[in-house]
């Protein structure tokens, strides 16, 4: 095995290659938020549209950046999964409850056996919204005129989808997973870059749960608004 490869498969190297790569994710996640948060301007989609054929003007180089951004997914949920493995390999016992310092089931212990789970769905909710949104096989895209040109109607796709009782309730499902993954990922992110002393780990928790809710309610609202609203 060469070193790297070596340095990577060890505990904290995998440690390390999923918190930059969740880190990497989670400003994707912040990104493409702000960026779908222009679906709530009522304005028949111009805004939403006008920002989609944004990365339109990218050129090629938008298919580097879409290739990089696979690689680092395909990384985490790699790592994850071959992580979780080794770790019940290697602790057969991990079915059994842990306990916290009063006695009582750990919470903590709880949230990261629930990475795999939530990880899984999500991994599942990815591959389904980019065919949906990304590669568009699921309903088609018309196209829109912007300045003279060309471009895909995105805002007329994700309100067609988004009219589905059932693709707004597999999007708010989703988002319940992503809410739990995040929660325990940015602390355990913060934990594993050595970047938390143990009197900061009630505001760093607390800082998680904020950073989880607000992106989860903010892409929960979407389909939501969309719904019943639009
Ligand atoms: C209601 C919530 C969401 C909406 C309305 C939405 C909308 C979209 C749209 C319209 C696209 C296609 C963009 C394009 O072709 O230019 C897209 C792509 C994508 N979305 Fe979302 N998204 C949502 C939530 C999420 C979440 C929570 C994640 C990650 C956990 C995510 C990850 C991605 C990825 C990885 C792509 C492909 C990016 C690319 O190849 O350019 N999306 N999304």
């Given at each position: 095995m060469i070193p790297l490869k070596r340095a990577l498969s060890s505990p904290v190297g995998r440690k390390f290659v999923m918190s930059i790569s969740g880190i990497a994710l989670v400003l994707f996640v912040i990104v493409h938020l702000l960026g779908n948060l222009?679906?709530?301007?009522?304005?028949?989609g111009e805004t939403f549209n006008r920002y989609a054929a944004?990365?339109?003007?990218?050129?090629?180089a938008l298919y580097v950046i879409e290739l990089g951004l696979l690689a680092v997914i395909v990384i985490h949920i790699g790592w994850g999964i071959t992580t979780a493995l080794k770790n019940r390999k290697a602790r057969p016992d991990d079915y059994a409850v842990s306990v916290n310092?009063?006695?009582?089931?750990?919470n903590l212990s709880l949230a990261s056996k629930n990475m795999i789970v939530t990880g899984v769905a999500l991994g599942i909710f990815l591959v389904v919204h980019i065919w949906h949104f990304?590669?568009?096989?699921?309903y088609v895209a018309d196209n829109t005129e912007i300045d003279g040109q060309q471009h895909a109607d995105l805002y007329a796709l994700v309100h067609t989808a988004f009219s589905d009782p059932f693709w707004v309730a597999f999007y708010v499902g989703a988002m319940v997973f992503f809410g739990f993954h995040l929660r325990h990922g940015f602390w355990s992110t913060l934990q594993s870059l050595g970047a938390m002393k143990p009197e900061w780990s009630k505001g760093i928790y607390a800082l998680g749960f904020l950073v989880a809710v607000v992106l989860t309610v903010g892409f929960m609202g979407i389909p939501l608004y969309i719904y019943f609203l639009a």
């Amino acid at each position: 095995m060469i070193p790297l490869k070596r340095a990577l498969s060890s505990p904290v190297g995998r440690k390390f290659v999923m918190s930059i790569s969740g880190i990497a994710l989670v400003l994707f996640v912040i990104v493409h938020l702000l960026g779908n948060l222009t679906l709530y301007v009522p304005d028949g989609g111009e805004t939403f549209n006008r920002y989609a054929a944004g990365f339109d003007a990218i050129g090629p180089a938008l298919y580097v950046i879409e290739l990089g951004l696979l690689a680092v997914i395909v990384i985490h949920i790699g790592w994850g999964i071959t992580t979780a493995l080794k770790n019940r390999k290697a602790r057969p016992d991990d079915y059994a409850v842990s306990v916290n310092s009063k006695g009582g089931p750990s919470n903590l212990s709880l949230a990261s056996k629930n990475m795999i789970v939530t990880g899984v769905a999500l991994g599942i909710f990815l591959v389904v919204h980019i065919w949906h949104f990304r590669i568009r096989k699921i309903y088609v895209a018309d196209n829109t005129e912007i300045d003279g040109q060309q471009h895909a109607d995105l805002y007329a796709l994700v309100h067609t989808a988004f009219s589905d009782p059932f693709w707004v309730a597999f999007y708010v499902g989703a988002m319940v997973f992503f809410g739990f993954h995040l929660r325990h990922g940015f602390w355990s992110t913060l934990q594993s870059l050595g970047a938390m002393k143990p009197e900061w780990s009630k505001g760093i928790y607390a800082l998680g749960f904020l950073v989880a809710v607000v992106l989860t309610v903010g892409f929960m609202g979407i389909p939501l608004y969309i719904y019943f609203l639009a």
